[in-house]
C-alpha cells in the first residue's frame, strides 16, 4: 500500500462527461440503450440541481462488477459476473456502517462455500467523505512492538497503535483480530470489536509434518480490502469492501513468507533440517512450499473455500478468451497478476499486458492523516 493518490473532487462538467461514458457502457452491456437519453437528462438535471446524481441499485450493482472487471491487478477476475453487492447507502451512523461490515463477513463467508461480495456505503457528495474504514481488511491481525521486535502482523503497527491510543485492549498475541474502526464525515472515528460470529480463522497443519501445528499459525477465511475507493460514473464510494475468496500465495508466500510480515521461512527451513546459511541450498524455497501446502490443506480441510495459483491463473486464461468474445480489451498489471512463486509455469509469463486504468475502478485512497503520520514515525 504505497500508492496514495489525493482526491481531486470533479468539477460538474467533468461529472457530467464521467456519468455519461459509465451510462453508455453500463446500459449498452446490459441491453438497456433505449433507457439512455433519458437517464441522462436526469442525471444532468441533478448534477445541475444539486451537485451530484445518485445510482439506481442496478447501475451500483452492474458498476461494481465492471470496477471489478477492470481492476488490473487482479487474478481471480474470471468470476465478475458473480458478485453480489450488498447496498448500504441508507446506513447512517458509525454503528450501523459496523454491522453491515459485520453481515458482509457472514454472507460472503456462506459457511465456508465463499461468495464474492462487495458492501458500498455513501460516497462523496459534494467534496465530502461520507464513510470511511480506517482497516486495510474487515478481518486483520493486530501488530505490537516489543523489545524482541514486532508481534504480530508488522503491517498493521499503526492501527494498532491508534486503536491502544483510543482504550482498546488485546492480548497482545500474534492473532488478535482488530476492531473496525468507522469514521463518518469529519466525526472522530469509532472503534467496534468484531465479535466471533464475524470471524472465521483455520489453522495450520501440514499433511506430512507433525510438527507444523505446533507452530500454531493460523490465518482468517476473508480477504475483504476495504480501504480502497471505488469509483463508477464520476461517483466516489470511499467505503466500499470487497471480497473473493483466498488464492493460497497470498498467505503462504506473503503474509508468511514476506520478510517484513510474519516473516516464518527461516523458522520452518530449521524445522526442515535445511541448511540456512547458503541461498544455494534453496531452502527458502522448500520452505515456501511446505506453507503453501499447509495452508492448502487446512483449508480445504476445514471447508474453507481457497484456490491455487496455477488453478487461478488457468481462470484468468478463461476471462481473457471471454472478454476477447465479448469485443473487450483486458487491462493488467504483469507484475502483480504473476504468482509470488513458480511464476514460469502460468502462460502470464509469456504474455504482456497493457496496465492502461478503465473505468469503473477500484484506486489506493490518502490514508488517514493519524495513520499516515504514525506510519512515518516507524520509518516506512
Ligand atoms: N493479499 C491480501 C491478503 O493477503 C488480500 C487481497 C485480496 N485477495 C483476494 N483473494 N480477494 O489478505
Redesign the pocket.
Known sequence: MTMHEPLREYSRTELYAEADAFIRDCYTELGRESEVENRLEKIADDIERRGYYEHTPFELKHGAKMAWRNSNRCI?RLFWQQLNVADARDCETAREVHEACCRHLEQARNGGNIKPMLTVFKPMINGQEQVRLWNY?LLRYAGYRTEDGIVGDPDEVELTEYCQSRGWESDRSRFDILPHVVQIRDEKPELFEVPESAVGEVRLRHPDYEWFEDLGLRWYDL?V?SNMRMEIGGIHYTAAPF?????ST??GS??FGDTDRYDMLPVIGKKLGLNTDSDRTLWKDEALLVLNRAVLHSFQEDGVQIVDHHTVTEQFEQFEHNEAGAGRDVTGDRAWLLPPMSSATTHVFENEYDNSIVKPNFFYQEAPAELSKRRESLGR
Open positions: 481471480g481488511e480477504p480490502v471480497s473473493g475468496w483466498y488464492v497470498e498467505i506473503r503474509n
